[in-house]
């Protein structure tokens, strides 16, 4: 195991660029999905609707390029968003190892990822809220602003640094379980892949295999990531379209929960499962490859290893 103090700011500077890199692309090339998702959350005219037929609605009312409504506050946000969490990740993850000791680390190993990935996830969306509310308004009101610039100015005009964090509540509620099932999942489909093969095998691994495991691995993350997500994800939605009772955002998200009922709180679900499982391995792919590239050294390890047979 690598001592966290090994940890330069140089590797931290390489963590951020990369985790910034990986989830502007992912997000960014999943702008269309997105856009059709947050419709069916929505827009009554789409809520009976599933991925494909939504998809057709779209194009068939305002064109293919509404698709890419929102691309600009989508690229900007998880730029931002996505360095701070996965760097954040690392060094939350590190600095824990540091102060319960590798020993105590891998026992556990299980509160150190909670805890590593919702402390990050938290400071990140910091960063993403605004630019998150400006996509929602653009995605959800048409013609509510030509891109980012406007409809960033229009959203601060009219409401204020109040209004750009009118998301704040549920998008912690959102993003933080999503980090939760992306890393922790991740973590622990790689320590049952490598534990179910002899230390020997591990060694003899092809780049085809070790693409492999990372590939299932995220996609396992990103189904886990969605299903524990998307309540809070469709609130959001309804929140940044003004709907819902005038009060506290407590009070708001609790009728509007209420409101939507189960199935409610889940609609759209199918899409963004599929969205998110090409997301959480995407960025674990890009984010091992952005790193390798940079010359940045690999996170820290606290898997329990399989036991060997006497």
Not at 33 to 59: E, F, M, W
Not at 141 to 162: D, I, K
Not at 233 to 242: A, G, V
Request: charged share 15%.
């Amino acid at each position: 195991m690598k001592p966290a103090t090994q940890f330069t700011s140089r590797d931290y500077a390489s963590f951020f660029f990369a985790g910034a890199v990986c989830c502007t692309i992912t997000h960014g090339a999943m702008t269309p999905i997105d856009v059709v998702k947050t419709r069916i959350q929505v827009d009554p005219a789409y809520k009976n609707l599933n991925i494909i037929s939504g998809t057709r609605h779209v194009i068939a009312k305002q064109g293919a390029p509404a698709l890419l409504t929102g691309f600009g506050p989508t690229a900007v946000g998880y730029f931002v968003q996505g360095g701070a969490k996965f760097a954040g990740y690392e060094y939350w993850k590190a600095k824990s190892v540091q102060l319960v000791g590798p020993e105590d680390a891998v026992k556990y190993r299980t509160a150190i990822y909670l805890g590593s990935a919702s402390i990050a996830e938290f400071f990140a969306d910091i960063l993403l809220t605004p630019l998150e509310a400006t996509r929602i308004r653009l995605v959800s009101q048409q013609n509510y602003a030509t891109g980012l610039v406007s409809g960033f100015t229009r959203l601060v005009r009219e409401g204020g640094v109040r209004e750009l964090y009118a998301g704040f509540l549920p998008i912690i509620c959102k993003q933080i379980p999503y980090a939760i099932g992306q890393f922790t999942v991740n973590e622990f489909c790689h320590e049952a892949a490598f534990r179910a093969m002899s230390e020997e095998t591990q060694k003899k691994l092809s780049g085809a295999a070790k693409f492999s495991i990372q590939l299932g691995s995220g996609i396992i993350a990103g189904f886990a990531a969605a299903v524990l997500s998307h309540p809070a994800d469709t609130l959001l939605s309804q929140i940044n379209k003004d709907h819902g009772p005038e009060g506290s955002m407590t009070h708001r998200l609790s009728v509007l929960a209420r409101q939507a009922g189960f199935r409610g709180l889940f609609a759209g679900l199918g899409p963004r499962m599929v969205m998110t499982a090409g997301l959480v391995s995407g960025q674990f792919v890009l984010y091992g490859s952005i790193k390798q590239a940079l010359g940045a050294p690999p996170g820290i390890e606290i898997h329990k290893k399989r036991e060997r047979k006497v």
